[in-house]
């Protein structure tokens, strides 16, 4: 996918409408002063996005556990959370909202 870079100026002379119709085919950055400043996309490819950055991340925690776990022959999820920068409170808690 290719991304247009516009100026503000240039988005703002085309109108909400033109530019979120480029946004339909490709992002769209729009800069000040060659800057970028905002970001113009498709809400399909924000939620594939966000999609991909989800299973990234259970990916990654799951490696993490594997490797805690193939290293100790135990797993802490205090330790793993404090390798991976959690909280290990909201995770205990998320859990526990899960279980419900």
Do not use: F, W, Y
């Not at 033109?18 to 339909?24: K, Q, T």
């Not at 330790?79 to 899960?98: F, I, M, N, P, S």
């Amino acid at each position: 996918m290719t991304t247009l870079r516009m100026p503000i100026t240039v988005a703002a002379r085309k109108g909400i409408s033109n530019v979120a119709a480029e946004a339909e085919t490709r992002r769209v950055v729009l800069t000040s002063h060659g800057r970028p400043v905002a970001v113009v996309d498709s809400a399909e490819r924000l939620d594939e996005d966000l999609r991909l950055v989800r299973e990234a991340s259970r990916s990654v925690v799951e490696a993490a556990a594997d490797l805690a776990l193939a290293r100790s022959g135990k797993l802490d999820l205090g330790q793993l959370c404090d390798k991976l920068g959690v909280d290990v409170e909201k995770v205990r808690a998320r859990v526990t909202e899960l279980r419900q």
